[in-house]
Nanobody, 124 residues
Framework: QVQLVESGGGLVQAGGSLRLSCAAS????????MGWFRQAPGKEREFAAA????????YYADSVKGRFTISRDSAKNTVYLQMNNLKPEDTAVYYC?????????????????WGQGTQVTVSS
């Protein structure tokens, strides 16, 4: 089992920044690729970013590329999502997830564990 707890969400104006954190506990964090997904009201959950278990490969949705950066700190068992130049369309609940396969994916069904989510609201 892996427990994931997100934090760092909040209300920010368009053009601002937030850094989300996802703290992992349970099984060995470094065995898992990690991903961030988001779900806006009335919409399906969508992929935002992912990072491989070793951190050497990162993946981004086109909608966030160049604005968001995913990273991980194995010493702290934490994965981060730095979000810059936020837009109102980035408003969503953001979830982190752990993928036991280790490679990272943009497909949510490949993830084994999920956090409860943290709300991000971007005002115009």
């Amino acid at each position: 089992q892996v427990q994931l707890v997100e934090s760092g969400g909040g209300l920010v104006q368009a053009g601002g920044s937030l850094r989300l954190s996802c703290a992992a506990s349970g099984r060995i964090f470094s065995n898992y690729a990690m991903g961030w997904f988001r779900q806006a009201p009335g919409k399906e959950r969508e992929f935002a970013a992912a990072i491989s278990r070793g951190g050497s490969r990162t993946y981004y949705a086109d909608s966030v590329k160049g604005r968001f950066t995913i990273s991980r700190d194995s010493a702290k068992n934490t994965v981060y999502l730095q979000m810059n130049n936020l837009k109102p369309e980035d408003t969503a609940v953001y979830y982190c997830a752990a993928d036991a396969r280790g490679s990272g994916s943009d497909e949510d069904y490949k993830y084994d564990y999920w956090g409860q989510g943290t709300q991000v609201t971007v005002s115009s």
